[in-house]
């Protein structure tokens, strides 16, 4: 037995490169035990192979640390999937600051209806405030003098469309550019129709007629907004 | 599903990113991918060794890794997740696509008649100690047989231990072992191939220059 024994290490001693090679494939990068290691030392070709699988150890070692620019579109096509598959929310951009009171116009179509309801009051009431019929007699907007009232309404219609058109048109730039850009040349028209109007007004405060006009471009402004406004909050471009 | 939460995305950690995408964030999603991707292509990329269906694989690993994610519970390393997923993706597809050919624990190589250990004879052995360039050792693993091919990659370049590429690749640690170390040897003869036929051109081209000048 014990002869055996010695028989089985002094043949590893002796050990071939067939042999080593074994070791080697079994001990991966662990330490090569003693008799191995005497081959090595004996057996410059061996000693090359091993040297020649370290050099290549490293190298792929090397390799795994590298990263690779991935092509954009698959990022693209992943998205479109997971959307697809409903598993990724969808994104909205971020929308612009505005008065809390004012979002929660836009959230609800039927508020945002009631409050351009309210602009054409104001509007109605500037008009036919100066004549004999006092439409708006309720409205806080009716205690001051009239000159100060029509300025006040104008002032406060001019900000409140303006905030509007700040937060509709983003975001129905998002949906249809088409249709904003028909919203803004709408707007823009109605802008300098008021623009008119408004002069006239100031220039003859007692014409009637000029009132009217003023009242009936305030009022396509508004339908101009509140129909947009339906879209941006339905997300329906009809 | 969720509303999707407006975050910036550059500073959200990765922590925070898995906890978000859990919850349907894509803004997590996405910053997990960008955190991500660029390992999981080039793995799949070293596996097929073609770019369009390193691609695909990228996609379906993190179509695979979103469908998932909310199964994490942070028990191992979300990047040891992704990619064991991710070799997953690339094994099953592999094999697919080879169900008909060779499989693992036959050799892959045409040449290797016998399973052991083979020595180049008649050849000089170069040492390749510093004259493995990234280039050429890719090269070499792209010419790689399949088998050695993927366990190649999964130990030595993604650092898989044997014991796990024997799990995913549905054979024994044995095995793994034996496939590798003939990697390793097929790489050192084309690696060597390269060498020498740099030598031959460089000899070529001194010729060629010294005629010139003669």
């Given at each position: ?12 001693m ?10 080697l494939e ?8 003693a ?39 698959v990022?693209i ?32 179509p039927?508020?945002a ?5 309210l ?33 006040s309404?104008e ?9 509007i ?10 949906r ?31 014409n ?15 339908e ?15 | 599903?969720t ?6 995305t ?6 925070e990113?898995?906890r978000?995408a ?17 390992r ?12 369009a ?27 040891t ?6 070799v997953?993706v ?11 050919e060779t499989?693992?624990d ?42 050695y ?40 003869e084309?690696?060597?191939e ?5 030598a ?5 081209a ?9």
């Open positions: 037995m014990k002869f055996r024994r010695k028989w089985k290490a002094m043949k590893m002796n050990m071939e490169c067939d042999q080593f090679e074994r070791i079994q001990q991966d990068n662990g330490p090569l035990p008799p191995a290691l005497a081959h090595l030392e004996a057996c410059e070709t061996c000693r090359i192979l091993s040297a020649d699988l370290g050099a290549i150890r490293d190298a792929a070692l090397e390799l795994g640390a590298e990263e690779l620019p991935v092509p954009e579109r990022w096509s992943l998205r479109q999937q997971l959307n697809a598959e409903g598993i990724l929310a969808v994104e909205r951009p971020p929308v612009p600051e505005v008065p809390a009171g004012w979002w929660a116009v836009f959230q609800r039927a508020l209806g009631a409050f351009l309801s602009l054409l009051a104001a509007a109605a009431m500037v008009g036919y405030q100066s004549g004999s019929v006092q439409i708006a007699m309720h409205s806080p907007l009716a205690s001051p003098p009239a000159g100060n009232t029509f300025l309404a002032k406060e219609f001019k900000e409140e469309s303006l905030a058109g700040n937060v509709l048109i983003p975001q129905l730039q998002i249809d550019a088409a249709v904003t850009d028909s919203l803004r040349r709408n707007l823009g028209v109605v802008d300098h129709f008021i623009a008119m109007c408004e002069n006239s007004v100031r220039e003859q405060p007692d009637e007629m000029a009132r009217e006009y003023l009242y009936g471009a305030y009022e396509q402004k508004a101009l907004l509140a129909t947009a406004m339906n879209r941006s909050v339905t997300g329906g471009l009809q | 599903m509303r999707t939460r407006q975050t910036d550059g500073e959200m950690t990765e922590a990113a898995i978000l859990q919850q349907g964030d894509a803004g997590a999603f996405e910053r997990i991918y960008r955190l991500h991707s660029r999981v292509y080039a793995l799949c990329l070293r596996m097929v060794g073609n770019t269906e390193a691609e695909d694989l990228t996609q379906d690993a993190f179509l695979q890794l979103f469908r998932k994610i909310a199964t994490f519970r942070g028990e191992s390393a979300f990047s997740w992704l990619h064991r997923l991710a997953n690339v094994l099953m597809k592999l094999r697919k696509k080879t169900l008909s499989p693992l036959e050799t892959n190589d045409p040449d290797d008649e016998n399973s052991g250990p083979r020595r180049e004879l008649g050849a000089p052995d170069l040492l390749l100690s510093g004259s493995i360039d990234r280039v050429h050792l890719q090269r070499a693993i792209d010419q790689l047989p399949p088998g091919k993927q366990v190649f990659v999964l130990h030595d370049i993604q650092g898989f231990e044997h014991n796990e590429i024997a799990g995913l690749m549905n054979c024994s640690i044995g095995n793994s072992k034996s496939q590798l170390h003939k990697a390793r040897m097929r790489l050192r084309l690696l060597q390269t060498l020498r036929s740099q031959r051109q460089d000899r070529q001194a010729k060629s220059e010294a005629s010139g000048s003669g």
